[in-house]
């Protein structure tokens, strides 16, 4: 989805509304999936000779459980907030004293979304993830997913806590 900011250029204050979804591929190497295009809502603002992208987005995802190794899918909110100038003003000697790497230079009217949801996205994705806060995972021994049900493993003296325990047992 591309913006044209043409309209707000000249008017500082002025400002576009975006109400739209963005198909998002994706890229090699993530951990998800996105299953739907992005929802964006939100406005880009001229603020003084910048143009401000503040937008919250929603996103449904997949992912792998880290404990259980089944697939999930969960809804993410984020907040998209983007700062552009455009690259003329740049140039300038002064300005470029003042160079601010949060900024994004445009060298047209065009702002293409899709890479500012994407990346706004990316950082918001959890590092963890669960299918549910208290999944089980699998048995170690033997696969079983201990979500759907148990198995007759003894897993017991794998874990020193338990052998511990055990030593203690006065019975
Ligand atoms: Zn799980
Ligand atoms: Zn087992």
Redesign the pocket.
């Known amino acids: 989805m591309d913006i044209n900011i043409a309209p707000i250029k000249n008017y500082e204050g002025k400002e576009i509304p975006i109400n739209c979804e963005v198909n998002i591929a994706g890229m090699p190497g993530d951990d998800f999936k996105i299953l739907e295009p992005v929802k964006i809502l939100g406005v880009i603002r001229n603020f003084g000779g910048t143009f401000e992208l503040e937008a919250k987005g929603t996103a449904k995802l997949q992912f792998v459980c880290d404990r259980c190794a089944e697939e999930f899918s969960s809804e993410m909110n984020f907040n998209i907030s983007e700062r552009f100038k455009e690259i003329e003003r740049f140039s300038d000697s002064e300005d470029e004293e003042n160079q601010n790497s949060d900024i994004n230079y445009l060298s047209g009217d065009i702002i293409s979304l899709d890479e500012y949801v994407y990346s706004n996205m990316v950082l918001n994705v959890p590092i963890k993830h669960l299918c549910r806060e208290d999944c089980k995972g699998l048995?170690f021994?033997?696969?079983?997913n201990l979500n759907n049900g148990s198995?007759?493993?003894d897993?017991r003296e794998v874990d020193p806590r338990f052998d511990i325990l055990n030593s203690l047992d006065i019975d």
């Open positions: 048995c021994k033997c696969g079983t198995c007759s493993c897993t």
